[in-house]
């Protein structure tokens, strides 16, 4: 089963900023637009951002825009989400995916678009 790793979670101050990487096979990253989910205790998985398969465009969740930049390597098959202006708000384990269909463009937002997720990495934000 293709399996994408996600790094560069961890716990960070209020104001504060990561960077996540996220990696795994060509055949995912080179024709495959990638998103960013995220889900807090209790919550829904909830889509934060995604790129398009050439990195032409992105979208945000309106409660990052602005603070957030995804990103893309496709050349080494990885995918990057910049967090700045971190928030408590912001605290949940973050995924990666790829989407199911190859060369969509513009990216969609649905979760059940994205086959293909990684474990997780957990993103603490303190007050």
């Known amino acids: 089963q293709v399996q994408l790793v996600e790094s560069g979670g961890g716990l960070v101050q209020a104001g504060g900023s990561l960077k996540l990487s996220c990696a795994g096979p060509g055949v995912i990253f080179k024709r495959r637009a990638m998103a960013w989910f995220r889900q807090a205790p209790g919550k829904e998985r909830e889509f934060v951002a995604a790129?398009?398969?050439?990195?032409?465009?992105?979208h945000y969740a309106d409660s990052v825009l602005g603070r957030f930049t995804v990103s893309r390597d496709t050349a080494n098959h990885i995918v990057y989400l910049q967090m700045n202006s971190l928030n408590p708000e912001d605290t949940a384990v973050y995924h990666c995916?790829?989407?199911?269909?190859?060369?969509?463009?513009?990216?969609?937002?649905?979760?059940?678009?994205?086959?293909?997720w990684g474990q997780g990495t957990q993103v603490t934000v303190s007050s």
């Open positions: 995916a790829g989407d199911r269909i190859e060369f969509r463009s513009p990216v969609t937002l649905s979760r059940e678009e994205y086959e293909y």
């Open positions: 790129i398009n398969w050439s990195g032409g465009s992105a």
